[in-house]
């Protein structure tokens, strides 16, 4: 498979995710050709194609058998494509429901390494959880251990005699 050189990019999420998600492929990875081939051809080229330029509408959306081989050249569960699809072309979301600033940057991170993914989770974490929260939990989590080992020790005694 011909692969174009992934670039940083931004992009802005749509109600469209499997079209966006396809455009992106395109883009950066995979030529229409390749999305076929990728996706063991259960959609042509110019499916891939009109529904990259023109749309959901322009195209049927593919049926249940195809969601497989789809998934696998997407590199995404099943379960998403499903969701994409069910949103692209019936206008229903998936029931967990997820701010746009996620639907946003949930695309990205499925294009990450799982080292870098675990990574960006740990950066997320620690600006959400500023050093002050962390040194306080640390703390509580201090008095919990030596709580603890009273509790166990609590019954031996040093005086003996």
């Known amino acids: 498979?011909?692969?174009?050189?992934?670039?940083?990019?931004?992009?802005?999420m749509t109600s469209h995710p499997f079209q966006d998600r396809a455009k992106r492929i395109n883009r950066y990875l995979m030529t229409y050709k390749d999305m076929a081939d990728g996706s063991q051809n259960?959609?042509?080229?110019?499916?891939?194609?009109?529904?990259?330029?023109?749309?959901?509408?322009?195209?049927?959306?593919p049926p249940p058998r195809t969601i497989p081989a789809i998934a696998g050249m997407m590199s995404i569960s099943e379960?998403?494509?499903r969701a994409e699809v069910a949103e692209?072309?019936?206008?229903?979301r998936a029931g967990e429901e997820v701010s746009a600033r996620v639907r946003r940057l949930a695309p990205v991170l499925d294009l990450l390494h799982s080292d870098?993914?675990?990574?960006?989770?740990?950066?997320?974490?620690?600006l959400v959880d500023p050093p002050e929260v962390r040194e306080a939990v640390a703390n509580v989590e201090l008095q919990k251990l030596l709580r603890e080992i009273e509790l166990e020790g609590g019954g031996e005694s040093d005086n003996d005699g």
């Open 116 to 126: 870098d993914v675990e990574y960006i989770e740990h950066l997320a974490k620690r």
């Open 42 to 61: 259960v959609r042509s080229t110019s499916w891939w194609n009109n529904l990259v330029r023109k749309g959901a509408s322009a195209v049927d959306p």
């Open 88 to 92: 692209d072309w019936y206008g229903v």
């Open 79 to 81: 379960a998403q494509v």
């Open 1 to 12: 498979m011909l692969q174009k050189p992934v670039r940083a990019y931004l992009f802005s």
